[in-house]
DNA sequence: CGAGTTATTGACGAGAGTCAAACAACGTGG
DNA sequence: CCACGTTGTTTGACTCTCGTCAATAACTCG
């Protein structure tokens, strides 16, 4: 669900984090970069979606509420992932910034022209477009099955591996709350919590304040994420943290 | 997830189950029927992705094998729908009959060359992908957030008011079995089975043998599924049992 | 440094999972 | 058409994981 743009990129790391690359990301390039503060929405769940955004730096979490006020995040997006890629009509989710985010703005209407003018962008549309669904998939998989020490080792997993991340000594820096960390895995804050705590026991991670994990043993939480095969080919290409 | 191709449909009943209508489904015209009988499998997981599918009738379940067999069915598609649009490289999902089917058949390559040919078909793929996403993001808030009970009223309202499912006095064809519906839902077998007889107590729906019940209060389904606006526009153009 | 927020930990309970037995539906063959 | 075996479903008793509620601790920021 996200890191999408990215298994399409060059990814060369340009001291800060590599954004550019991704031919969709070419569209955005004239739009004005806008700032987003941490927390602030990005658009409204239920609003005409009359834009797409690309996130040039920062974190971004999609939301939806359930009746009585239940929360759940769809997916977190990163530097160089488009939001709103797959709406037709309305935004079907609320978009935030999870930290500090600078973005660039284009028109649905420019975009589809653009879209349908050239045949390089198109294919990687569509391919942007698969791997939202496939990523959404595996997330139906870990919601639909994987208990909460799985999906927290998974979640910490694709953080730690995705394109464009790079671990100093292990060093991961998740700048989610806890609580964004459970809607997204469909736990509470407390049993992520407790989950954390107990990986940190078993020495597999040492948590460094509340936005840093040293990952001590990356091959033991792959194995933890209970996924087939893990840490091998799949869980790179696959990719995503989404 | 499905029903994906059904939005788009005219759905001229024809007698029998209509099945044409979508652009797409012109795709899949000239190819020969093939036959599947119930329970077979259609494509596997882990292969390459050669062909796109169309049922022209029937029922199919898509499902991934997690780990130590712990199955997750993370779609069911009916007659209209395609199946396999999502997919670039391998398949992520092996594809079998729930009951005895038609599938026409159509090369990933023929596919790709047509979409991208034809001015109408691209619009009506590319929507196709996105409604894909959006209906797989519907089931993530549905695994992440509901109850056992909300998971099988939703899972029964998207049944009943499927495009295509005409019910005659509330009759509900349900053909997949208890355990399609677990691992849909991602509950157990006796959870299906509690929650249903619980659903039968309380005179909401009555059983009648193992895939047919009657829908006595669509309305007090609907609120229990625990939709926002349940059973007003939402319910019915979000659609897709998905 | 201190108020407010966010995270951790503990005690407890509820909802769903597990295991096992009874039961109903279905298909086959006599 | 009915007996019988097979398979799928329902129901009950028990367990366990995760959610809830509450208190404490750690971080953040003015």
């Known amino acids: 669900?996200?890191?999408?743009?990215?298994?399409?990129?060059?990814?060369?790391?340009?001291?800060?984090?590599?954004?550019?690359?991704?031919?969709?990301?070419?569209?955005?390039?004239?739009?004005?970069?806008?700032?987003?503060?941490?927390?602030?929405?990005?658009?409204?769940?239920g609003d005409a979606a009359r834009h797409l955004f690309q996130i040039t730096e920062g974190v971004v979490r999609l939301h939806r509420i359930i009746g009585d006020g239940r929360r759940v995040i769809t997916a977190f997006h990163f530097a160089g992932d488009v939001v709103g890629s797959f709406l037709q009509g309305d935004f079907l989710f609320t978009a935030e910034a999870v930290t500090d985010c600078k973005i660039r703005r284009l028109s649905r209407k420019q975009f589809q022209e653009e879209i349908e003018r050239s045949e390089l962008l198109r294919p990687a549309y569509i391919s942007l477009l698969c791997r939202e669904?496939?990523?959404?998939h595996?997330?139906?998989?870990?919601?639909?099955?994987?208990?909460?020490?799985?999906?927290?080792?998974?979640?910490?997993?694709?953080?730690?591996?995705?394109?464009?991340?790079?671990?100093?000594?292990?060093?991961l820096e998740v700048p989610m709350s806890r609580q964004d960390i459970a809607d997204y895995l469909g736990l509470t804050i407390e049993t992520v919590s407790r989950s954390i705590s107990k990986l940190a026991q078993r020495k597999i991670v040492i948590p460094d304040?509340?936005?840093?994990?040293?990952?001590?043993?990356?091959?033991r939480l792959?194995?933890?994420?209970?996924?087939?095969?893990?840490?091998?080919?799949?869980?790179?290409h696959r990719g995503s943290v989404h």
Chains 1, 2 share one sequence.
């Open 138 to 171: 595996d997330q139906l998989v870990l919601l639909s099955r994987k208990n909460a020490e799985e999906r927290l080792c998974t979640f910490l997993m694709k953080l730690a591996t995705r394109d464009g991340e790079t671990l100093h000594q292990g060093l």
């Open 133 to 136: 669904t496939a990523s959404a």
């Open 1 to 45: 669900m996200l890191m999408q743009g990215q298994q399409a990129f060059e990814n060369v790391d340009l001291g800060v984090k590599a954004v550019q690359g991704n031919s969709l990301s070419s569209l955005f390039q004239m739009s004005a970069t806008e700032t987003v503060e941490a927390g602030k929405a990005i658009c409204w769940e």
């Open 209 to 219: 304040g509340r936005h840093n994990l040293r990952i001590v043993n990356l091959a």
């Open 222 to 236: 792959a194995q933890l994420s209970g996924n087939v095969d893990d840490f091998s080919d799949r869980t790179c």
